[in-house]
């Protein structure tokens, strides 16, 4: 069975989101920078095919894979992904007890572990030079070093913020109140027209989010 992917064109920018396997349909973004022909992968989850597909019907090479937070369905394919297309993985350091123990939250949630490559931690909040630059936005709460991705005209939230909900905080490592300032942070540093695509589920505008998260947020704290 094909995974479902949808493809936008925003600016400089093609993003086809490729919803993975069951039972987590995790949202892989696959973004490509017309005007340098780089791509990058975004949390390549379940199903490493389909991705691959996505990825090489855009002309252009694979740069970089990105992960908003280590979560097993996130990175369930992350490792042949990167072996196939050969990018270097990147992540913040605060998230590398997460990756380090793939293998137990694999088991857990999947029912198998998940094998981690290398990976080249960030920290602080660097924009990453490359596609045109991308800013990274610190976002814990969901997990210790989970991030937003911020392009132009659009952002990578993973499972900070969904259409209307948040990623969960009872996991090892959550916090729903740093969730609740990181969310608050976010949406206070990226303009109302970009476009929010989340870990799980439908993109909704920056604005909507702000409205939605002024109204809901402080019972969410």
Known sequence: MQPQTETH?????DVTVVVTAPPYYE???????????????VDPGAGAAGILAAAQKMPGDVVAVLLTHGHP????SLAEVAAVTGAPVFAHRAEQVVLDAADEWGQALLGRPVPVPEVKY????????MMGGIRVVTTPGHT????CFVFDGFAMTGDTLFMQGIGRTDFPGGDSRQ?????????????????LFSGHGPEWAAADAQKWWQAMGPMMA
């Open 9 to 13: 064109t925003l600016g400089d920018y």
């Open 27 to 41: 949202n892989c973004m696959v973004v490509r920078h017309r005007p340098s022909g780089a791509k990058v992968i």
């Open 73 to 76: 369905d996130h990175i369930a």
């Open 122 to 129: 960030f920290d602080d909040e660097p924009t990453l030079d």
């Open 144 to 147: 210790p070093g989970g991030v």
């Open 179 to 195: 969730l609740a300032a990181s969310i608050r942070r976010f949406l206070d540093s990226v303009p109302g027209d970009t476009v």
